[in-house]
């Protein structure tokens, strides 16, 4: 049976409710400061399994190639997928209304405090541990590609472009886009 037809299958059989939807994106705002990617995959596929990990993919490379946050763009999307433009709403409402109080609380905390060395080091170690996650979901959505090596070569012709030769986002991926739907195109025939 296609994978596609049984992830959506399961996926459909227990939409979530607009309740649990701005719940989890509430959740995920208010845990995830620098790192909410691998967090919102290890909720919406590993734990919740609303989507499965080549939906959260997909779901992901869309994201990625619209203007905006990547997980405020999945938000909107996973909460559209599931129940329309309320879905929508309750997503991005919950993963920002935690946030943005916060920032708030810490932009005037940090006001006061910024001249203060240990405040500084605190900060260094944030940086460090952010890297740590951005290394982490890079290797989870590369997993899923590791049976399709024509993705993983985009995907690499993507990194290659923008993280080395430091070509600018949008050309690359007016190039790579094209391409990528060429690929996928060949390979559902």
């Known amino acids: 049976m296609d994978h596609n037809l049984t992830s959506l299958d399961s996926a459909e059989a227990r939409k979530p409710t607009l309740r649990e939807i701005f719940g989890r994106f509430l959740g995920l705002g208010l845990i995830s400061f ?10 919406l596929v590993e734990q919740r399994r609303w989507l499965s990990a080549e939906d959260f993919t997909d779901l992901l490379g869309l994201c990625q190639f ?26 991005i409402l919950g993963l920002i209304a935690g946030p943005s109080l916060m920032v708030i609380g810490l932009g005037v905390l940090y006001e006061r405090t910024q001249d203060d060395p240990h405040v500084r080091h605190l900060f260094a170690g944030l940086a460090a541990a952010a ?18 090596p024509m ?34 195109s060949r390979n559902a025939q």
């Not at 938000?75 to 709403?89: D, E, K, N, Q, Y």
Request: proline content about 8%; hydrophobic content about 60%.
């Open 34 to 43: 620098g790192g909410a990617l691998p967090l919102a995959r290890r909720a």
């Open 66 to 91: 619209l203007p905006g946050g990547n997980v405020i763009n999945l938000s909107v999307a996973v909460g559209m997928r599931f129940r329309g433009i309320p879905g929508a709403l309750a997503g």
């Open 131 to 148: 890297a740590g996650l951005l290394i982490s979901m890079a290797v989870k959505i590369l997993l899923p590609l590791r049976h399709k």
């Open 151 to 184: 993705a993983a070569l985009i995907a690499a012709l993507g990194f290659i472009a923008i993280a080395i030769l430091r070509l600018p986002l949008l050309p690359t991926m007016l190039v790579l886009t094209p391409l990528s739907i060429y690929v996928a």
